[in-house]
């Protein structure tokens, strides 16, 4: 019987390959000093997994030359190296190792703010570097008793919090998709109101990189500062505007920055690094050695799994076999997470529960829909560390109970699959069906019916239905150069609109505002599928 085959396509710990090398049964190849391209095209050609970092590509070419390929560990969180939508057509599992860089990564931040507090990296270059003893030059302040505020507080900023605490800082928590108690029960307080943390001393963030959260911090938030506020940033580029940064840095409004990552990494030209106010590391977020040992160990261990078929942990995508899943039901899979994507954008919110209707053949894969809803919904918030094999287990953590309800298909349609979402906040309920096998549509939105592919830039726009509020609304967008591509009406007995407009151009919040103060406006939202 022949050996399955593992391909190691970047270094990783030698505990890692400990594990590997251990297996009688399995083929292991080390070729991390392989050169990218085909050199190592040839390597894979007949490899099972491959296990990979950032270096290694995983591109169309890769995949191409892959042809035995079934699954792939990214060792490490970030995969913006895996082209996961071409593993999905080629049925290939893509999974990547989302917590053993958890410590690492709180430690550095922690690092980074008492380097900020007390200038220490400079102080250290004067004094062994240029051999001047000036300690009047570093006059630092404390972390006791300042006011930490966390941007996202999940696995590395519940403990950043933890460990400001025993600093004795006082700890404010912004992140809208958890519960309070979350934060409360350690002794954090916990707010829905940005501006809260605009007001602390110390601000760091972490949350993951994606649209509601790119550019998080600009000009107008930095406006709102203290002057002399510390930022840290040690979990994804760009989450800080780096134009915006520079400039506050600059002026003095913020005292000090440390910044692990960049909108353009290796960033040795980045203009920050001219500032003598930012501390700055070359994303060291995971580099430990305990850390890239826990990385190494569990991407062998995951790779032995997938290898032999037992489980896919942390997959982020899920292959649709033929031979279980009949044609018809893929479009479906596909819509059902748009739905939990789009509802979770539009009520956003500490999730309560979610509730998954389906009628007609399709019910007899409630199962599997509801796992893509659950998935799409938590990926507003959650980003790469939500899949398809943790998406129950995150959200039974998070306390969001999950209903599966197959009904009789009264609907008019052959099958239909609804999404109800419910937070602290609001309720919405959005329908969909398939047409012509592949054609995907949104046909209900809070009982309004509506006819909308599910696609591209979405303003949902509800209103009291008078004359003259689609030209209001058009004048608006037009005052913002941003281009109407479809437009959706639904009318319900009440008196009500929701109207749903698809749009080639970027919605920005002052765009929405303008939209939200038209006297007939009862709400709008944006969100992007």
Known sequence: MSKKKIVVCDHIHQKGFELLNKEQDIEVINAADVPKGEPLYEVIKDADVVITRSPTPVDEPFL?????????????????????????????????????????????????????????????????????????????????????????????????????????????????????????????KYTKNFDDILKCDIITIHTPKNKETINMIDREE?????????????????????????????????????????????????????????????????????????????????????????????????????DEIPPFVRPYLELAQKIGFLAAQVNKGVFKSIKVVAEGEIGEYIKSLTTFVVVGALKESLGESVNYVNAEFVAKERSIEIKSVVNPNMSGYKNKISVKLTTDKDVIEIGGTIFEETVQRIVEINNFALDVEPKGKMILFKNTDVPGVIGQVGMILAKHNINIADFRLGRDNHGLALAVIIVDDEVTKETLRELEDLEACISVSYAIL
């Open 222 to 322: 930095i406006a709102k500062m203290k002057d002399g506020v510390v930022l840290i940033n040690c979990a994804r580029g760009g989450l800080y505007n780096e134009d915006a940064l520079y400039e506050g840095l600059k002026s003095g409004k913020i005292r000090f920055a440390g910044i692990d990552v960049f909108t353009k990494e290796p960033a040795v030209d980045n203009k920050l690094l001219e500032l003598d106010n930012v501390t700055v590391t070359p994303h060291l977020g995971a580099n430990t050695i305990e850390s890239q040992e826990k990385i190494a160990i569990q991407a062998a261990e995951q790779a032995l799994e997938a290898v032999r078929g037992s489980s896919y942990p942390n997959a982020l995508n899920l292959p649709i076999k033929e």
């Open 64 to 188: 191409e030359a892959a042809k035995n390929l079934k699954a792939i560990v990214r060792a490490g969180v970030g995969v913006d190296n895996v082209d996961i939508e071409g593993c999905s057509r080629r049925g290939i599992i893509v999974m990547n190792v989302p917590t053993a860089n958890t410590i690492a990564a709180v430690e550095l931040t922690m690092a980074h703010m008492l380097s900020c507090v007390r200038a220490f990296p400079y102080a250290h270059n004067q004094l062994k570097l240029e051999r001047i003893w000036k300690r009047e030059n570093w006059l630092g302040t404390e972390l006791k008793g300042k006011k930490l505020g966390i941007i996202g507080f999940g696995n590395i900023g519940s403990r950043v919090g933890i460990r400001a605490k025993a600093f004795e800082m006082e700890v404010i928590a912004y992140d809208p998709y958890i519960p309070p108690e979350k934060a409360t029960d350690l002794g954090i």
